[in-house]
């Protein structure tokens, strides 16, 4: 059995993993491009889709997700044209297939948008976090450019741009990583964050994740003073990198093979 990981060759966490789950009798192949991997989305009259995965020629038992086949961009327009076709069937095939994978696009594309204003308009047990506005006169000390989603800093934001601005107290905030089902603090020693008591609102969060098909991701959340103790989603990225969780590195990829039904 093959775990495919598609990532590039020098995205190190993506290399970790294969190692990780390749010691562990999973063998795990980084796909990079085409040279090893083969992909075929093809559609029925009545417009059923069907999706098939080959590395190496076999198709793989699970898929780790971690974006673009290829960062560096292409010199010429007919390579950018083929690079974004190559990448628009990659997003299909791995939408479509119906095994398990992490990280999978959607028809919304990848990585997806985790805004977390958006979850706080629909959980009342998670607080928002912020303001959206374009003044500033709105304090805060972290910001994110609405229309990209790019991160600023609050000091020098342009005068049209529409950021949301959160004021970030460090002795409140904390980093969570889920993994699959599994969650852990990979907090500063000092800022830890009681999961047990704060149990019901990750596991709010999780199921958030979930829903946009993200079952690898780092979190900051932010702990209120109000009575109920109700979090502050903060940030949620599906970029984590070893370096982030090294202090459970190994049970977070244990956490991931279980995900994909590898454990």
Request: hydrophobic share 40%; with cysteine.
């Amino acid at each position: 059995m093959t775990l495919l990981v598609l990532a590039e060759s020098a995205d190190e966490t993506a290399v970790r993993f294969a190692r990780f789950a390749s010691d562990r009798g999973v063998e795990a192949v980084v796909a990079a491009g085409f040279d090893r991997l083969a992909v075929t989305v093809t559609v029925s009259h009545d417009l059923r889709p069907r999706s098939t995965i080959l590395v190496d020629g076999r198709p793989p038992v699970g898929v780790f997700c971690r974006g673009r086949l290829d960062s560096s961009p292409p010199l010429t327009p007919a390579a950018r044209f083929a690079a974004g076709e190559e990448q628009a069937s990659v997003w299909a095939a791995m939408a479509l297939w119906p095994g398990p994978v992490i990280n999978r696009p959607t028809v919304h594309g990848y990585p997806p948008r985790l805004d977390p204003l958006e979850l706080a308009a629909s959980t009342p047990d998670i607080r928002p976090a912020g303001t959206i506005a374009n003044g500033r006169d709105v304090p805060g000390n972290h910001a994110y450019r609405i229309s990209d989603y790019t991160q600023l800093d609050p000091a020098t934001r342009g005068l049209y741009d529409v950021v949301h601005i959160t004021q970030i107290d460090e002795r409140r905030t904390h980093q969570l990583l889920i993994a699959g089902t599994s969650t852990f603090d990979v907090s500063d020693p000092d800022h830890r964050l009681d999961l047990a008591r704060h149990a019901p609102h990750v596991a709010l969060i999780r199921h958030w994740l979930h829903a946009k098909q993200t079952d690898f991701a780092l979190v900051t959340v932010g702990t209120s003073d109000t009575p109920d103790g109700a979090l502050r989603l903060l940030e949620a990225s599906p970029w984590a990198n070893h370096h982030q969780f090294a202090s459970v590195e190994d049970a977070a990829y244990t956490a991931l093979l279980t995900w994909l039904g590898l454990r």
